[in-house]
């Protein structure tokens, strides 16, 4: 079982930064991907980025890439997705999850996080 916890989120305003935090607890191991995806209202939930725990390898969708930066820290078991340059575009419910391979699919991600509400305003 693993654990996932996220935090950080909050208002703020366009072109702004924001950090968002996810703790890892439990029964983890080194190979998991951890990524972040968003759900707006009215949209399905879509990816973000992620990051391998073994290589660091990290990926991000076009929309982020360049604004986003996803990191991890290995001694807290901790990911944080790093955002910058902020649009309204951004505003959604933000969630960490674990998968078992390199994936972007939401659907082969087995742990979920409970969100983090990020709003950004114009």
């Known amino acids: 079982q693993v654990q996932l916890v996220e935090s950080g989120g909050g208002l703020v305003q366009a072109g702004g930064s924001l950090r968002l935090s996810c703790v890892a607890s439990g029964r983890t191991f080194s190979r998991h991907l951890m990524g972040w995806f968003r759900q707006a209202p009215g949209k399905e939930r879509e990816f973000v980025a992620s990051?391998?725990?073994?290589?660091?390898?990290?990926y991000y969708a076009d929309s982020v890439k360049g604004r986003f930066t996803i990191s991890r820290d290995n001694a807290k078991n901790t990911v944080y997705l790093q955002m910058s340059s902020l649009k309204p575009e951004d505003t959604a419910v933000y969630y960490c999850?674990?998968?078992?391979?390199?994936?972007?699919?939401?659907?082969?991600?087995?742990?979920w996080g409970q969100g983090t509400q990020v709003t950004v305003s114009s």
């Open positions: 990051i391998r725990w073994s290589s660091g390898n990290t």
């Open positions: 999850a674990t998968a078992w391979t390199i994936t972007t699919i939401k659907e082969e991600y087995d742990y």
